[in-house]
């Protein structure tokens, strides 16, 4: 199988919004020709001028492209663009590629692989782990289920997006993956949640507890700059709270599947669905503010 260089392949992308468009964007500085999906038109159309091209369905795109990546929002829009009429797969042609990138569960994940095969088509999920910055940085990290072949082809692809790339295994352990990334991502929000309000509630100074907190060995870099945007009230989204809220539901989701009873994840989805329900365009780390004001509420009685 040859390497997907820029000057040997045609790319599709499905799904440019805050995520999409950012990936879109690196691909066409490093040479690739891109057309682009999305079912706001207007997202893919700000991209024409970056030098994209702009396709108005599924269908048109898999018929101008090599390899098809896609980065969507959930199960429901994943399989809805493979494989309702006019989807991808409706157009598709033996030897082509898929690489989707959308945060889903495994069971679709390895769904779409299958539903590729029957066709000849190599479907690969591709999960994504970083914001929206690290995308624009290109310091993500990505997390591949599939053929070995396949992803050493990609390697020209993953090279212009991300910081590192792993292949963990056959279809669906890429999803598998961002799920376990996600659960500690979540948990470990919830967990410095919980100490902050404790931190507080013993009467420690908010500004001195946070700036302290974020320089101790414990706080990881994906929270670590959390706590600064929580020192200043800031909870803009840079990952939403919705998102990890559906994380949260494909990861206890995908345990019970298995039989298996996450604890400490099923307590972090409660405050976090109570975190969204309080503001569904904050950043997941919005669980901070949620625990405060259990805090406030309970000092108040």
């Keep these: 199988m040859q390497t997907f260089a820029a000057n040997q392949v045609r790319l599709g992308f499905i799904g440019v919004g805050a995520m999409g468009s950012r990936l879109v964007r690196r691909l066409l500085a490093r040479g690739f020709k891109v057309t682009v999906y999305d079912k706001n038109q207007r997202n893919a159309e700000t991209l024409r001028a970056d030098g994209a091209s702009v396709a108005t369905t599924p269908a048109e795109l898999a018929a101008s492209a090599d390899v098809i990546l896609s980065c969507l929002t959930n199960d429901a829009a994943v399989r809805n663009v493979y494989l309702e009429a006019e989807g991808i797969f409706s157009a598709a042609r033996a030897g082509q590629t898929v690489l989707e990138m959308s945060t889903i569960s495994p069971s679709t994940s390895r769904q779409l692989h299958a539903e590729g ?9 591709v999960a994504i782990s970083g914001s929206t910055p690290a995308v624009e940085q290109g310091t993500i990290t990505l997390l591949a289920g599939g053929d070995d072949e396949l992803f050493h082809a990609a390697a020209p692809i993953f090279d212009v997006l991300a910081k590192q790339y792993f292949l963990m295994g056959p279809s669906g352990t890429g999803t598998s993956m961002k799920l376990v990334v996600n659960t500690i991502l979540g948990v470990s929000m919830q967990a410095i949640a919980e100490a902050i309000a404790f931190g507080e509630a013993e009467g420690l100074d908010r500004k001195r507890l946070l700036t302290v907190l974020a320089q101790t060995a414990l706080i990881a870099p994906a929270h670590k700059g959390k706590l600064a945007t929580a020192e200043e009230e ?23 599947s298995r039989n298996l009873d996450l604890p400490a994840t099923a307590a972090a989805y409660g405050v976090n669905s109570e975190a969204f329900k309080e503001d569904p365009h904050a950043d997941f780390s919005s669980v901070i503010r949620q625990m405060e004001k259990s805090l406030e509420a309970k000092v108040s009685k």
């Design 234 to 256: 800031d909870y803009t989204s840079q990952f939403g709270v919705g998102l990890m809220n559906k994380d949260f539901g494909l990861i206890l989701e995908a345990a019970e």
């Design 117 to 125: 095969a029957k066709r000849g088509v190599n479907v690969m999920d």
